[in-house]
């Protein structure tokens, strides 16, 4: 019923809070089904999970700023909402809620998808147990390599292929 990328986002989001995994999967599957349409409901996901990971780490305006165009997504697409099985006026409540404590530089807070949809929530309760997270376990705001995932990543396959389209626009010099 639900795509296999929305299941893991969700897991990731609630298990074991690995937002930066939460962007990195749903835009891979964004990439692949709806190319290009920046107002898509997953895009809306994708900056959701950037503006938590940016909340977390103490950039609040990298944290507001995709927070509202999220925000903005949610809005003009409200239905999309709930064909996720995500309950939306409670979400845009949440949402509103973190935009207030962003916008005060308030700590982060885990949070969770307010999901109205009971198959789904078990099948993301399975899924979480079977890759050994809890779900809806608060954040470990001490793991460090989850917290600024982003800098310390392995980037030497992006930086050898950006080399590599570099050389070959130069003409292979």
Not at 54 to 72: D, Y
Not at 106 to 128: A, G, I, M, R, V
Not at 166 to 172: E, I, Q, V, W
Request: aromatic share 10%.
């Amino acid at each position: 019923m639900y795509p296999k990328e929305y299941i893991d986002f969700l897991i990731h989001f609630h298990g074991d809070r690995d937002y930066f995994e939460c962007h990195e999967i749903l835009e891979d599957y964004w990439k692949e089904i709806d190319p290009g349409n920046k107002e898509s409901h997953w895009v809306g996901l994708i900056l959701l999970a950037v503006s938590t990971y940016h909340h977390r780490r103490g950039n609040f305006k990298g944290a507001k700023r995709t927070l509202e165009k999220a925000l903005r997504i949610f809005r003009t697409h409200p239905d999309s909402l709930s064909m996720l099985g995500i309950d939306g006026t409670v979400l845009f409540e949440l949402i509103n809620e973190r935009l207030r404590l962003i916008e005060t530089e308030q700590e982060y807070t885990s949070f969770s998808f307010p999901l109205n949809d009971p198959h789904l929530l078990e099948t993301c309760l399975k899924s979480c147990r079977e890759h050994g997270f809890e779900w809806g376990k608060n954040s470990d705001l001490t793991n460090d390599s989850l917290i600024h995932r982003h800098s310390l990543r392995d980037r030497t396959n992006v930086i050898e292929e950006r080399s590599r389209m570099l050389t070959a626009k130069r003409g292979g010099k």
